[in-house]
Antibody
Framework: QVQLHESGPGLVKPPQTLSLTCSVSGASISSGDYYWTWIRQPPGKGLEWIGCILYSRITYYSTSLKNRITMSLDPSKNQFSLEVTSLTAADTAVYYC???????????WGKGATVAVSS | SYVLTQPPWESVAPGKTAVITCGGDSLGDKSVHWYQQKPGQAPVLVIYDDADRPSGIPERISGYKSGNTATLIISRVEAGDEADYFCQVWDNNNDHVVFGGGTKVTVL
């Protein structure tokens, strides 16, 4: 059974950088069958897609966030990561990692990591 | 950028049918997927490729698409169906995942 688990700091000060890691078990992130993605949800709001990374390290980033985000893979640890720079209060959200099938839907999600940006 | 439009809420009595729509330009050319999100939980895939159900999703939940509108139907609604529902597509023009704004289903 595939499981994803997000980890990272619960509180970050502006304008610092947020680093999150998603640990994958039950599947290999090096498999070409899937993409790996980050999605966030501000309090009381809807889902916002952040970006995807493929096993080949090709990345697709949200237009609104592309200047502040970097995604990477660590196959040796079966993890993928997200960095978000120049944080503001608007980046406060629950951050989810998920697996994306080749048919472009998310079939497995992590439970989410709550991140608050506050001085 | 591509936009998916959903009604913000849907209220339904127990045992009745909830109908949630999702509209977008040229939606007929895309595959639509639906997620259910209960309070404090991660989203769960309930419909993929317009009308297919993952294993473990009850047959009461179904989906279809006609023209530029996709529809999620929850039959014989139960209290446990109370949740936010989001539609999603892949925007091929920009290589982006796009979500609808979400519909909150309230069971009366």
């Amino acid at each position: 059974q595939v499981q994803l688990h997000e980890s990272g700091p619960g509180l970050v000060k502006p304008p610092q950088t947020l680093s999150l890691t998603c640990s994958v078990s039950g599947a290999s992130i090096s498999s070409g069958d899937y993409y790996w993605t980050w999605i966030r949800q501000p309090p009381g709001k809807g889902l916002e897609w952040i970006g995807c990374i493929l096993y080949s390290r090709i990345t697709y980033y949200s237009t609104s966030l592309k200047n502040r985000i970097t995604m990477s893979l660590d196959p040796s640890k079966n993890q993928f990561s997200l960095e978000v720079t120049s944080l503001t209060a608007a980046d406060t959200a629950v951050y989810y990692c998920a697996r994306v099938t080749t048919f472009r839907y998310m079939d497995v999600w992590g439970k989410g990591a709550t991140v608050a940006v506050s001085s | 950028s591509y936009v998916l439009t959903q009604p913000p809420w849907e209220s339904v009595a127990p045992g009745k049918t909830a109908v949630i729509t999702c509209g977008g330009d040229s939606l007929g050319d895309k595959s639509v997927h639906w997620y259910q999100q209960k309070p404090g939980q991660a989203p769960v895939l309930v419909i993929y490729d317009d009308a297919d159900r993952p294993s473990g999703i009850p047959e009461r939940i179904s989906g279809y698409k006609s023209g530029n509108t996709a529809t999620l139907i929850i039959s014989r609604v139960e209290a446990g169906d109370e949740a936010d529902y989001f539609c999603q597509v892949w925007d091929n023009n920009n290589d982006h995942v796009v979500f609808g704004g979400g519909t909150k289903v309230t069971v009366l």
